[in-house]
């Protein structure tokens, strides 16, 4: 923990309440909160008394500190009233129960954004994890960031179409790693629209316009245009040979016309199929299962790769899964990230490697933040990851020089030196 006085940081003098039915465990943590020097520290014993205190203030507290077990009102049920009625900025949730309990608060938070859930933490609390989840208040604060997080305005059809016609949409490029030697095996192209005005959009602002419409097909081809000429320039710039993956839509994988121009493309190209990976969702194979099927099949036997994307582990998506000619296994992220703290998530991401493993397709992990993560999935078996910890999104020209400046720590990540 920094030796940084604690006055000095944001949450030195502000107003917390600590919930906790038991006294010595109330005493034990109000005393850690007077170690970081929070100004008046509030008590109540159980989820009533909190509310009832709460609602006498002016405004909301800077934050509540709860236990999850608590006779009357437990800490699910307060953390519920704490984020309908608004009463505190920050929550932090802490139990010496099963930590699956806590993983629900967890999950919740991933859900709703407004319960401002710093994050939940296992009895004894220990002062440095504590100081750690302050932390996050003092950069939200900074940031003057939104508690609740608005989803972007969505384009219009005819607006996509002319941003289509002046190839204004461009792919930009996400690493996939070797977890065994931490070694560029791959990238995900990622749809970017480069904006007259707006700058550079993320697909949350046109991608659920596109869903559905005929335009679908002729943005997806435009993308993989641009694809296949990266391809090319990489393979001049002496780049070792590495898979680009890309979406297809559930409307274009059950389209047999649309698979037919796809390929054409590919093959004039001159690009050679097993360089190309397909991600398709299972909801995507779902939606027109005997003609996605069909098409998967072409697919595989043209030599293209096929990626089963955000992939769960209930009956509907192991099913789909054994059923369907997959080369790639992408596992979630909502199974990766905190897999090496949350028991659940855990077990839920081995199966899935297990499962992977099994049938002999290679398995990717989506959404790699933390080294505690990587070293879970490395110590499991995964053979490749991606996300921020290894790389962010990155356009074309920029792939060459990361994989320079980053070899050596990718390499140390995987052991391999």
């Not at 159980?46 to 509310?51: K, Q, R, T, V």
């Not at 002046?166 to 070694?183: A, I, T, Y």
């Not at 297809?248 to 093959?267: C, H, K, M, P, Y």
């Not at 992939?311 to 054994?322: D, E, L, N, P, V």
Request: some cysteine; overall charge negative.
């Amino acid at each position: 923990m920094s030796t940084q006085p604690a006055a000095t940081f944001a949450w030195a003098g502000r107003r917390v309440l600590v919930v906790e039915d038991s006294v010595v465990q109330r005493g034990y943590l109000v005393g850690l909160l007077r170690q970081l020097a929070f100004g008046e520290i509030l008590e109540a014993g159980d989820g009533n008394e909190a509310l009832q205190l709460l609602e006498r203030e002016a405004e909301p507290l800077f934050l509540v500190l709860t236990d999850l077990e608590m006779p009357g009102m437990d800490g699910i049920e307060l953390t519920c009233q704490l984020r309908e009625r608004r009463l505190a900025e920050h929550l932090i949730v802490v139990s010496a129960r099963d930590p699956r309990l806590l993983e629900i608060i967890e999950s919740m938070a991933c859900e709703d954004a407004a319960i401002g859930l710093l994050g939940t933490l296992l009895k004894p609390v220990q002062l440095e994890p504590l100081t750690q989840l302050l932390y996050k208040a003092e950069g939200r604060s900074r940031d003057c960031a939104p508690s609740v997080a608005m989803p972007p305005p969505q384009a219009t059809l005819d607006e996509l179409a002319q941003a289509l016609a002046r190839n204004e949409f461009l792919p930009w490029f996400q690493p996939k790693v070797s977890m065994q030697h931490g070694q560029l095996k791959g990238v995900e192209a990622l749809a970017r629209w480069q904006h007259p005005q707006r700058g550079l959009l993320s697909p949350a602002h046109f991608i659920d316009t596109l869903e559905g419409q005929p335009l679908m097909a002729e943005f997806t081809l435009a993308m993989v245009q641009q694809v296949l000429q990266h391809i090319l320039q990489w393979q001049k710039a002496g780049l070792p040979p590495l898979t680009v993956s890309v979406n297809l839509s559930a409307d274009n994988l059950a389209e047999r016309g649309f698979i037919d121009r796809l390929t054409a493309q590919v093959s004039a190209s001159g690009v050679a199929p097993g360089w190309l990976v397909w991600e398709v969702t299972e909801t995507s194979v779902m939606r027109q299962l005997s003609q996605a099927l069909t098409n998967m099949g072409r697919l595989r036997l043209m030599g293209y790769g096929l990626a089963m994307d955000d992939f769960g582990i209930g009956y509907s998506s192991m099913q789909q899964f054994a059923r369907c000619p997959f080369t790639e296994l992408k596992i979630d992220r909502a199974f990766v990230n905190g897999a090496a703290q949350w028991p659940n998530r855990h077990k839920v991401l081995k199966s899935a490697l297990d499962l992977g493993q099994s049938l002999g397709v290679a398995t990717v992990a989506e959404g790699v933040e933390t080294e505690e993560d990587w070293k879970l999935l490395r110590d499991l078996g995964c053979d490749m990851a991606q996300g921020y910890l290894l790389a962010k999104p990155m356009p074309a020209e920029a792939l060459v020089g990361w994989m320079r400046q980053d070899r050596r720590r990718l390499r140390a990540l995987a052991g391999s030196e």
